[in-house]
């Protein structure tokens, strides 16, 4: 059996090659955990593993970052007496299982010793029995001679329906919530028929009532949990269907306004090029979000009332690294933060967290596929489509700009005779001097080679002719050190054409006039830039 480094790489789960002596010879990225414990000598099953291909174990490692991972190992054996041994994490399922037993006999505790207690009342419509043991916290003779409405708490029950303490027919488990002797609610579940004399007039009650609080608090904290995975499946829909990365945040930030009933949704994100939040996505309206994103350096939550806002906050995280936030924002006029909303943020924020992973990913691939590998500049692809977009603008707006093509003259001399190490350092020279000459809203490219393009934006003639000049007179004293030889100096040939605002030139007419201009500058001697005629019209200025 052969499996490459390839193979490790794609088994989903931690995998390490060892030799007949438990030597790591090779393992793939999900493995540190379980590589360490080798290395360490904690695996305790590793010498049966080694000795007995196909023997399965299940081991809890301790993890550097707290914690224990617990691994369902198996050994195959592999090619040249080796042996491979593969895990699959089932930390999750395990702590599920135990927490699901967990709850099963709390269940069970609180059902066996829950309070049953008999009671009576009479035609006064006072107790006058209680079962020994007493109820709700009081012994018996304390509830004995007192009216069951001295206990009942009225707003929980609400004002209609009798109750089985005055009840004139019989019931069966009807729930009524009463004061415990701490003070706290308790709900009892009650059965009761009432007691009548010969002559059938109401004479009192009898029944009996279990206390099934715990049973009510926890369907309450079930009822809660299912609306917060309910919310969440809908805010984790918006954002997956949600088909451009660009638009993920913003989706993402209506749908958790919605869902949390946020008057507002604010989301930020951490760049790879800045260690500074920065605003991505916003939902509704929001405060001044200085102090909260401030108060991340010590905490990863923020909850607390902000002016005249109720404010409720968390970082997001990528692998245990912070790349983002999320703030929600109610006013002062509406409910204050419940723990369910603590609980539901604290779940946006690891979906959001995912999301601007995936968006910066994507901003990287679209990055590396949109500039030059060298310069970092545009590349021709990316260049054009920039231009032909900016070039629809400039008809309605009737605006002008000029396109410039750079040819460097006698770069072929550099690499022959410096290196190509030499004449990388010189391209990027080049792209200094172009950046240095023109402004941020101004685009540069490398189109290939030796060739690059400059587009100046709202540029008129006598602009672009000023950038020539002083192009070449700074080319002429920045480049002139990594010429091949005197007599074939690294310098510009530039060939320009504006385009008229409220003109119909076409950009392929564009581009064609700014590449005729250069080429006819290589062909007149190099080194210098030549204007393109107007459309409809020959000759040029120098």
Request: proline share 3%; net charge negative; charged share 25%.
């Amino acid at each position: 059996m052969i499996l490459g480094q390839d193979g490790l790489a794609a088994f989903p789960g931690p995998a390490v090659v060892l030799d007949r002596d438990g030597y790591i010879l090779a393992s793939n990225g999900r493995a540190e955990a379980l590589a360490a414990a080798i290395a360490q000598g904690r695996l305790a099953c590793l010498s049966e593993l080694l000795a007995t291909p196909g023997a399965t174990s299940v081991e809890s490692l301790p993890m550097s970052s707290g914690g224990t991972m617990i691994l369902d190992l198996v050994s195959l054996p592999a090619e040249n007496g080796l042996m491979m041994v593969m895990a699959r994490d089932v930390t999750l399922e395990r702590n599920l299982r135990a927490a699901l037993v967990e709850s099963r006999q709390r269940y069970k505790d609180l059902v066996e010793i829950s309070s049953d207690f008999a009671w009576e009342i009479g035609f006064d419509g006072r107790f006058v029995f209680v079962s020994p043991k007493g109820a709700m916290g009081f012994a018996a003779d304390e509830l004995v001679g007192r009216r069951p409405a001295d206990f009942i708490l009225s707003e929980e029950n609400g004002q209609g329906g009798a109750l089985p303490f005055e009840t004139n027919m019989e019931m069966e488990d009807v729930e009524v919530w009463m004061r415990q002797s701490d003070g706290n609610q308790v709900c009892l579940l009650a059965s009761a028929t009432p007691i009548r004399n010969e002559r059938g007039e109401w004479r009192g009650a009898r029944g009996v009532c279990r206390d099934v609080t715990q049973e009510r608090l926890r369907d309450a904290a079930l009822s809660r949990a299912n609306n917060r995975e309910r919310l969440l499946g809908y805010i984790v829909r918006t954002i997956r269907d949600e088909v451009d990365p660009g638009d993920m945040l913003n989706t993402a930030a209506e749908a958790t306004a919605r869902a949390l009933g946020a008057t507002g949704c604010q989301i930020f994100r951490i760049l790879p090029e800045n260690s500074d939040f920065e605003l991505s996505a916003l939902s509704g309206t929001a405060g001044d979000e200085r102090i909260i994103l401030d108060s991340f350096l010590g905490s990863d939550h923020f909850d607390a009332d902000l002016g005249e806002w109720r404010v409720l906050a968390t970082v997001c995280r990528y692998r245990h690294s912070i790349n983002g936030a999320v703030l929600l924002w109610r006013g002062m006029d509406r409910p204050a933060w419940s723990d369910d909303d603590r609980l539901l943020i604290d779940d946006v924020a690891n979906q959001v967290g995912l999301a601007a992973e995936q968006i910066t990913n994507h901003e990287r691939v679209v990055k590396l596929s949109r500039t030059d590998g060298l310069t970092g500049l545009f590349n021709r692809r990316a260049f054009f489509d920039e231009i032909a977009r900016r070039f629809g603008r400039l008809a309605r707006e009737g605006k002008p700009a000029t396109l410039i093509y750079v040819d460097l003259d006698n770069f072929k001399a550099v690499n022959d005779v410096h290196g190509h190490q030499q004449g990388d350092h010189a391209l990027l020279a080049v792209r200094d001097l172009l950046r240095q000459h023109t402004r941020p809203v101004d685009l540069v490219a490398r189109l290939g080679g030796d060739e690059f393009a400059i587009w100046l934006e709202g540029a008129g003639e006598e602009i672009a002719v000023l950038r020539c000049q002083d192009l070449l007179t700074a080319g002429k004293a920045d480049l002139d050190h990594f010429s091949g030889s005197p007599d074939k100096p690294l310098h510009f040939s530039l060939g320009v054409a504006v385009h008229v605002g409220g003109s119909k030139e076409s950009i392929e007419e564009l581009i064609v006039r700014a590449d005729t201009a250069m080429y006819e500058v290589k062909r007149s001697g190099k080194g210098a830039w030549k204007l393109a005629p107007p459309v409809g019209t020959e000759g040029g200025a120098e």
